[in-house]
């Protein structure tokens, strides 16, 4: 079965500084790799995706990440933090092509420090 | 830009009685889903719906649930008799009909409290 794992409840950065979300995931067959943010009372938006092609993704907001096929990883990141970036961030995966659920993970809370 | 809408944002009800999430897809979507948050926990899958039927549905998603799309715009979820354990937040989500995983958008939510 497929599986998403965010090590991390909290990642605190100061502002300007670059910052990393962990994620790793477990399925078989190639992985659909998705990024959301999720900001206090709202839903979940999306930030960018994996699918196919160069290993690293551009997404909204000067975000990006990482496939790395043989560590199963498909971390966030941002070169330099801003306060507004605070949010709970979730990392999901779909295992198969066309419109199949998404495993995601638990969350983890960024918390930008001015 | 189009978003997913969510009714109502907050709803309370007694253990037992049925209630009914609304969403609104993004126009130009086909593919609709529901998903759910217990507080604390992962988001989880419930159901998807494609061309008037359920394509796919976890195990959460037992005979007290049921989905429809009643006209062009709506997409329901409803809940016929609900249990404590049904208390969550319930996001709607749409995407396009695609070869490749398509990127599915969510609504806001409906926080449901079942007392």
């Known amino acids: 079965a497929q599986s998403v794992a965010q090590p991390e409840d909290q990642v605190n950065v100061a502002e300007g500084n670059p910052l990393t979300v962990k994620c790793t995931y477990s399925v078989s067959g190639n992985p659909y790799l998705f990024w959301y943010v999720q900001y206090p009372n709202r839903g979940l938006q999306f930030l960018l995706k994996y699918i196919t092609g160069d290993n690293l993704v551009k997404g909204s907001y000067g975000f990006e990440a990482e496939f790395n096929k043989s560590q199963t990883s498909f971390h966030l990141k941002k070169p330099s933090a801003l306060v507004s970036d605070s949010a709970l961030y979730f990392c999901?995966?779909?295992?198969?092509?066309?419109?199949?659920?998404?495993?995601f993970g638990k969350g983890t809370r960024l918390s930008v420090i001015a | 830009e189009p978003e997913v809408t969510q009714t109502p944002s907050h709803q309370v009800t007694q253990m037992g009685q049925e209630v009914i999430l609304r969403c609104v897809p993004i126009?130009?979507?086909?593919?609709f889903y529901w998903y759910r948050q217990i507080l604390g926990q992962k988001v989880e899958f419930l159901v998807s719906f494609y061309n008037n039927e359920i394509s796919e549905k976890s195990e959460i998603f037992d005979d007290q649930f049921s989905v429809e799309r009643p006209d062009g715009s709506n997409f329901t979820l409803k809940i016929r008799s609900t249990k404590l354990e049904d208390s969550a937040m319930y996001f709607c989500?749409?995407?396009?009909?695609?070869?490749?995983?398509?990127?599915?958008?969510f609504g806001p939510g409906t926080r449901l409290l079942v007392l």
């Open positions: 126009s130009n979507h086909l593919y």
């Open positions: 999901a995966v779909s295992p198969l092509s066309g419109n199949t659920p998404l495993v």
């Open positions: 989500a749409s995407s396009e009909v695609g070869r490749y995983q398509e990127t599915q958008y």
